[in-house]
């Protein structure tokens, strides 16, 4: 079957902006997109640049847009992709500046790996926080493990299987709304050692400081890093799991934790989500003023949410669903 | 009529009624049964997970277990209560220990689950159980001329291991829907991105410059209306599009549009009827234009 790669090229030292250019090719059975690039580079076009090492899905290399989806390219047959885009065309990473051609500058995405400390702290190790959320000689609350469990020793959900490949990251929305935010990668990383009980940890100051602006909290929650994981690893489930740990070790500074509290206590309250209580929990008075063109707007068009929510039929079933699990006062 | 236990959602309910009523407007004329489940709480708006993950199999398998007691599937007009839905019901379905534990709970309450519920987002009800032919017959104003572009949203789609509507790399649902109604779809690459309205009170301007640059993108192809399955989406796209402009700092004046408000003008709907005087972008001269188009 004959086939056409359409590939971005860029390289700054000569071309003005980017381009598309085009490569038609043969496929053979079981062709990867790598194999189609490592075809062009040896014997079309020398010039196109691309990372590749492995050609096995283990080394993270080869991550690309192909067909605007972020993919392992050794790990992404050929025939399926023109099966149903009738084209390879392919896209360096999103969210990572390009050095050239399907090379991403990556120096972003490994520091804010580093930002959040990937090794296990010593007795002598000190994380910077400069907020304590837990009472003097109080320790942070950590699953037991018995030795019987150690083969899942870090947690769960795969996050050691990580090989960095920054697929999550490329196509993270969160990361395109905010350049600063950790991303799924790196706090995939923080619960995997958050949840370590090996790790010297003792005042939760991992989860404070992934708490902060930018950090845990910021995660959009489009799901995109679960889905387009390359080894299976969903990263938002994780953020969501260090969600529930840090409100449950009241560390609850942040507008997310806020805005999560909100949202159970008016459910505590009403059976529904209470829309104005949700926003004055989450972001507080001077929040709620900063936002008061969009409120008055929506007012005025009669979008204004009721002031007092009617409490759904049987409310008294949700109460029992708070005591049972011991949640009623806890959060407050 | 097909019988749906349905499940509007805290906005459908609150700020966004005009989906409400325009479910119930298109319901009645595609032969669509909604009952009513007063008893339904709140699915948790997505995160509840975060505070107690019990907490979200207690709440939400109550509410499958409503609809199993009714008899009927769950239809959704929310894209966030159909991904929360659908992963508390496969959770149930798959791991017998949290069917355990949540069951204990309903048994309390004078409610059992079993797991023979499915959940279903109105969109795909229509391309799959109505049928688009159904649909275009029921057309009385064709949108012929008006280019629609779809903003499918995130938990519509994502992760497809739960929600297995379409195609998470290339959907096609609403695209069809749009063309069994006479429109042109309009072709962008937002369409499958986030909207940002999960953060929209964490972190406004990020989260709104999300939702803005789809507004720009879809605006740069010609379109004359936006469409969302998801009353979340809704609200970052079109209350907060005046916030969105200024943070992303181009010029945004696009109507965006619920899902069954588009059904329901070319269903012969009012004005009135759809509840556009309460959006913030006027939906009054694409309007007018399909008026013209009268089939029957």
Redesign the interface.
């Known amino acids: 079957m004959e086939f056409t790669v359409k590939s971005y090229r860029f390289n700054p030292e000569i071309d003005e902006k980017p381009y598309y250019k085009e490569y038609v090719l043969n496929d053979f059975p079981g062709m990867t997109v790598l194999n189609a690039l490592m075809k062009v580079k040896a014997e079309i076009d020398g010039t196109l640049s691309f990372r590749r090492s492995c050609r096995s899905a283990i080394c993270g290399s080869c991550a690309m847009k192909i067909?605007?989806?972020t993919k392992l390219a050794c790990k992404t047959q050929v025939s399926a992709e023109i099966e149903?885009?009738g084209v390879i065309k392919v896209d360096p990473l999103g969210n990572m500046p390009i050095i050239r051609d399907l090379i991403v500058d990556q120096e972003v995405f490994f520091d804010k790996i580093k930002e959040i400390k990937p090794y296990l702290l010593g007795k002598t190790d000190h994380i910077d926080d400069d907020f304590k959320a837990l009472k003097e000689g109080e320790k942070i609350k950590q699953p037991v493990y018995y030795k019987t469990e150690f083969q899942n020793l870090t947690g769960n959900n795969d996050t050691p299987n990580c090989i960095l490949c920054e697929c999550c990251y490329s196509e993270c929305?969160?990361v395109?709304?905010?350049s600063k935010?950790l991303g799924p990668a790196a706090l995939a990383k923080l619960y995997r050692y958050s949840e370590d009980p090996r790790d010297n940890d003792k005042n939760g100051s991992r989860l404070v400081n992934g708490s902060k602006?930018a950090g845990m909290?910021?995660?959009?929650?489009?799901?995109?890093c679960?889905?387009f994981c390359p080894k299976g690893i969903?990263p938002v489930k994780v953020i969501?799991?260090m969600?529930?740990k840090a409100?449950?070790n009241s560390i609850t500074f942040?507008?997310?934790a806020k805005?999560?509290?909100g949202?159970?206590r008016?459910?505590q309250e009403t059976?529904?989500?209470d829309?104005i209580k949700?926003?004055v929990d989450?972001?507080g008075i001077s929040?709620i003023l900063?936002?008061l063109?969009?409120a008055i707007?929506?007012g005025l068009?009669?979008?204004?949410?009721?002031l007092r929510?009617k409490l759904?039929?049987?409310m008294?079933?949700?109460r029992?669903?708070?005591k049972?699990?011991n949640?009623e006062e806890k959060?407050d | 009529m097909i019988n749906y236990a349905y499940y509007p959602g805290c906005v459908a309910q609150e700020s966004g009624k005009e989906l409400d009523n325009s479910t119930r407007f298109i319901a009645k004329k595609l032969g669509i049964n909604l009952i009513d489940m007063p008893e339904a709480s709140c699915c948790g708006g997505g995160v509840v997970d975060g505070f107690d993950h019990n907490l979200k199999l207690y709440i939400n398998g109550r509410t499958l277990a409503l609809a199993e007691k009714l008899g009927y599937d769950i239809l959704t007009v929310c894209n966030t209560c159909t991904l929360t839905l659908s992963e508390v019901n496969e959770e149930l379905i798959n791991n017998p220990e949290s069917l355990e534990k949540t069951n204990a709970y309903l048994s309390k309450i004078g409610l059992k689950y079993s797991g023979t519920v499915k959940v279903k987002h109105l969109l795909y009800i229509i391309r799959d159980e109505i049928g688009l032919d159904k649909l275009k017959q029921a057309v009385t104003y064709t949108l012929d001329g008006v280019k629609v572009a779809p903003f499918y949203g995130c938990h519509i789609l994502r992760p497809s291991s739960v929600v297995k509507f379409d195609d998470v790399e290339n959907p096609s649902g609403f695209e069809e829907l749009i063309k069994a109604l006479g429109a042109e779809p309009v072709s962008y690459v937002r369409r499958t991105k986030c909207c940002g309205f999960q953060t929209i009170l964490v972190n406004e301007v990020t989260s709104t410059s999300l939702a803005g640059n789809a507004i720009y993108e879809a605006q740069q192809n010609k379109a004359d209306v936006m469409v969302t399955p998801c009353p979340l989406c809704h609200l970052s796209l079109d209350t907060y599009q005046g916030v969105a402009a200024m943070n992303i700092n181009k010029k945004l004046s696009l109507p965006v549009l619920h899902l069954p408000q588009l059904i329901g003008v070319a269903l012969g709907g009012s004005y009135a009827e759809m509840g556009f005087s309460r959006h913030n972008i006027s939906f009054r001269a694409v309007m007018s234009k399909i008026k013209q188009n009268k089939l029957k």
């Open positions: 067909n605007g989806i149903k885009f929305g969160g395109v709304a905010n935010y602006s909290f910021d995660c959009v929650h489009c799901q995109a679960e889905e969903s969501v799991r969600h529930e409100i449950k942040s507008k997310g805005h999560i509290i949202i159970a008016s459910i059976g529904r989500l829309e949700v926003a989450s972001v929040g900063n936002d063109p969009v707007g929506a068009k009669g979008k204004m949410p009721p929510l759904i039929k049987d008294e079933d949700i029992v669903a708070f049972d699990l949640l959060h």
